[in-house]
C-alpha cells in the first residue's frame, strides 16, 4: 500500500513528530511504501524518493508588512501544499494520513488528497480541531470559550503567541475552513487518549469518525534501568507555563531539604523564570540540565527514581509518560486530561491534583518514602508499553482502519 503521511515537521520536535516518524519506519518494516509532505527544514531527516517539502515558513521570525501578509494568507489556505498533495495523489497513493497540518501546511491539504480521491485520516495530537490555539487553555486557565464555533473569544483574548494579529489569523483560519467544512472531509479522526475523544466529540465532531488509537512505541530502543537509581526526580518536556513546572518547585520546596532533587530537562520560554522561582524557594535542589536526547536522556531518566508529569492543561497521551515507561522508571502525573489513563496509582506511578503543589508535594513524598516499591513499579510500566503500545498491534488496527476508509 502506498500511504503518505502528513506532517508540517519531518524532524523530532515533540510527540506528534515522534509518533509521524515511527509510524512511517514501522509501516516501511513491513513493506508498505511510505512518502511524506512536510516543510523544509535544515533540520528535517534525510528525504526518501517521492517526500515533497513546501517552502519554509517561520511565523515567529521578523518580516515585513507585505512578507506578514503572504504568509497570513498561507496560513489558511497553502497553495503550494495543495499543489504537492494533488500530485502525490494521482500518482497510485491509497490512503493519506494527516497529522500537524495547520499554520505551515494549512488544512489546504485535505482538499488536495480528497478532490483526487484519495481518502484521509488524521491523528489528533492536539485540540487544534476545535481550538484556534491548541490547547484549550488561556491565560494559564483551561478555556473552552470557543465552543459552539466562537472562534472570536480567541481574538478578545489573544490566544495566539500572546498577539492579536496572530489571533485574527487564527480566528479567520477556524471560521473559514468551518463554513468549508474542510474537516468534514476527513474520514476517520484517530485519537490517541480516551479523554482526546470524549473532548473533541462534546465539540460537535461526529463520534462515528473517531476512532481511540495510542501510540506505538519501539520497546527494543528501550533498555530498562535497574534498582541502583539516585534520590531525584525528573522532568522532561517543553519549559512552558502549561506544563505545570513551577507548581512542580513549589512542591519541591515544601519537602525536607534532604528528601529529593528535581532535575529539568528541556528548553522553552521560561526557563530564565523558573530558574528565578527555584533559586529563590529551595536554591540547589533544582538542576536545569537543558535538552538531551537520545542515550543520554535515557540514561538520565534510568538514574532517577521517578519521573513527573505536572501538567496544567489537558494533555493528550504525552510521551513525557510513555518514554519514562518504556525505560522501567514509574511516573507521577497530573490527574488531567490523558494522563489518568495511563498513570495508575501505587501500580505505574501516582496521581495528584493538577496544579495544587500540596497534592503534588504529597505525591513526591508518598514516591519517595517506605510505602513505594518503585522498581515494581517501574516494571508494570514497561510491561504496560510492551502490551498496550505494542507495534504489531498497533499497525494491525491502523492497517485495518486504511482499509474500511479506502474500500
Known amino acids: 500500500m502506498r500511504i503518505v503521511q502528513v506532517n508540517k515537521y519531518h524532524y523530532l520536535k515533540g510527540g506528534a513528530e515522534r509518533y509521524y516518524l515511527d509510524v512511517s519506519i514501522a509501516l516501511r518494516e513491513r513493506g508498505h511504501e511510505v512518502r511524506h509532505l512536510a516543510m523544509a527544514h535544515d533540520r528535517n531527516e ?25 504568509q497570513s494568507s498561507r496560513v489558511i489556505y497553502n497553495r503550494e501544499a495543495l499543489d504537492h498533495a494533488r500530485a502525490m495523489a494521482r500518482n497510485g497513493t491509497a490512503v493519506a494520513h ?20 484519495v481518502p ?28 459552539g464555533g466562537k472562534y472570536y473569544e480567541a481574538v478578545k483574548h489573544q490566544c495566539l503567541l500572546a498577539s492579536r494579529a496572530a489571533s485574527v489569523v487564527g480566528m479567520i483560519e477556524a471560521y473559514y475552513h468551518s463554513m468549508k467544512g474542510t474537516y468534514g472531509r476527513i474520514s476517520r479522526f484517530l485519537c490517541p487518549s480516551r479523554f482526546l475523544l470524549e473532548k473533541v466529540a462534546s465539540f460537535g465532531i461526529p463520534r462515528e469518525k473517531l476512532v481511540h488509537l495510542p501510540y506505538l512505541v519501539h520497546a527494543d530502543r528501550y533498555r530498562p534501568g535497574g534498582a541502583d537509581r539516585e534520590r531525584a526526580c ?74 513527573v508529569v505536572p501538567s496544567e492543561w489537558f494533555e493528550n497521551l504525552p510521551f513525557a509518560v510513555l518514554e519514562p515507561f518504556a525505560l522501567g522508571t514509574p511516573v507521577v502525573g497530573a490527574r488531567i486530561g490523558g494522563i489518568p489513563e ?14 495544587d ?46 482499509a474500511e476508509v479506502t474500500a
Open 120 to 147: 484521509v485520516v488524521q491523528t489528533l495530537h492536539d485540540y487544534k480541531l476545535v481550538c484556534p490555539a491548541y490547547l484549550l487553555m488561556t491565560e494559564g486557565e483551561i478555556c473552552e470559550r470557543c465552543r
Open 98 to 117: 494527516m497529522h500537524n497540518i495547520y499554520h505551515q501546511l494549512s488544512p489546504s491539504v485535505i482538499d488536495g488528497f480528497v478532490d483526487a480521491g
Open 46 to 70: 534525510t528525504p526518501q524518493d517521492g517526500d515533497r517539502f513546501v517552502e519554509e515558513v517561520d511565523y515567529r521570525g521578523r518580516m515585513g508588512f507585505a512578507q506578514k501578509l503572504r
Open 342 to 355: 495511563m498513570v495508575e496509582d501505587g501500580i505505574t506511578g501516582r496521581l495528584h491534583e493538577s496544579g
Open 234 to 307: 525528573v522532568y522532561v518536556g517543553r519549559l512552558s507555563r502549561e506544563k505545570g513546572i513551577a507548581t512542580l518547585i513549589e512542591a519541591i520546596a515544601k519537602m525536607p531539604d534532604d528528601r529529593l532533587k528535581l532535575w529539568i530537562l528541556g528548553e522553552g520560554p521560561v526557563r530564565e523564570e523558573l530558574e528565578a522561582r527555584a533559586n529563590q524557594l529551595c536554591p540547589g535542589r533544582v538542576q536545569f540540565l537543558g535538552f538531551r536526547s537520545g542515550e543520554e536522556l535515557h540514561e538520565t531518566i534510568r538514574r532517577a527514581a521517578f519521573a
Open 357 to 402: 503543589s500540596d497534592s503534588l508535594r504529597d505525591a513526591l513524598l508518598w514516591m519517595s518514602g517506605p510505602d513505594a516499591d518503585l522498581q515494581t513499579m517501574g516494571t508494570n510500566a514497561r510491561r504496560r508499553i510492551e502490551e498496550e503500545y505494542n507495534v504489531d498491534r498497533h499497525l494491525e488496527r491502523l492497517l485495518a482502519l486504511y
